[in-house]
C-alpha cells in the first residue's frame, strides 16, 4: 500500500520542490504508532510510509542535485548519502530495540518520535535551502599573452 501511494506523492513532491527544497514531513506517524493498536487503523497510518517515501524519494535527488551541481560528483555524494542512510536505519534497531523490551512499545515509538523531533529541528534551523545555491566553481580566468 505505501508504495501505491508514493508513486502519486511523488509528483506531486516534484511540483512542490519546484517552490524549494525543505519540504518537511512531521514525525506524526510514530507517535501514533505508540498510542494505536488497532490492526485496520495501523495498516491505514502505513501509508504515511508513502507519502514519506515520496516526497524523501523526490527531495534528497533534487537536494543532492543542487549541492553536486557542477562538480561531477553527483553518484559519490549519493552514495554517501544513501550509505549514512542506510547505516543509520541499521544501527538504530539495537537502541530501538533496547527501550522497547525494557519500557514497552509504547515508550519506544514515543522515543523514535521524539528523536524524529530533533532531527526535524536540526533540518529546519541548520540545513539551508539547496534551490538556488550554485556549487559549480568559479571559472579560472586565463591571461591571454599577447607577442
Do not use: C, H, W
Amino acid at each position: 500500500m505505501a508504495q501505491g501511494v508514493m508513486v502519486f506523492v511523488a509528483k506531486f513532491a516534484d511540483n512542490a520542490a519546484e517552490q524549494g527544497r525543505k519540504k518537511v514531513l512531521l514525525p506524526v506517524r510514530a507517535l501514533l504508532f505508540a498510542f494505536i493498536d488497532n490492526p485496520y487503523m495501523l495498516t491505514g497510518i502505513q501509508l504515511l510510509d508513502g507519502i514519506a517515501a515520496g516526497l524523501f524519494g523526490v527531495v534528497s535527488i533534487l537536494m543532492i542535485a543542487d549541492l553536486s551541481k557542477g562538480t561531477g560528483r553527483f553518484n559519490l555524494l549519493q552514495g554517501v548519502v544513501y550509505s549514512a542512510i542506510g547505516l543509520a536505519a541499521a544501527l538504530s534497531s539495537i537502541p530501538a530495540g533496547y527501550v522497547v523490551n525494557r519500557f514497552g512499545y509504547a515508550v519506544g515509538f514515543g522515543t523514535l518520535a521524539g528523536i524524529s523531533v530533533l532531527g526535524l529541528l536540526f533540518y529546519s534551523f541548520f540545513v539551508p535551502e539547496t534551490k538556488d545555491i550554485d556549487m559549480a566553481p568559479e571559472p579560472v580566468a586565463v591571461a591571454a599573452k599577447v607577442t
